[in-house]
């Protein structure tokens, strides 16, 4: 997962490794709540073998934590 500043792009094929599909913001994400705030940290948590395991990025009102788990990116909001 790579965080940075910059507008949404077009989706893009992956060919074997599937499809990145950029859609407007709803309200079903955890990141929907905190949409125009500032990010005020970011932490990362990681392990020897596999790296990056875990990113969480904190704004005024909360927290989202961002982690994969058996090849699959997971979402939550703290």
Avoid: Q
Wanted: aromatic fraction near 6%; charge should be negative; hydrophobic fraction near 40%.
């Amino acid at each position: 997962m790579i965080v940075e500043t910059s507008a949404p792009f077009a989706g893009y094929d992956m060919a074997e490794s599937g499809r990145v599909e950029v859609a407007p913001m709803s309200g079903e994400t955890p990141f929907a709540g905190h949409l125009g705030e500032t990010v005020l940290a970011v932490s990362e948590e990681s392990v020897p073998v596999n790296g990056r395991i875990a990113l969480e990025i904190t704004f005024d009102s909360g927290r989202v934590r961002c982690e994969t788990w058996s090849g699959d990116l997971r979402l939550s909001s703290k």
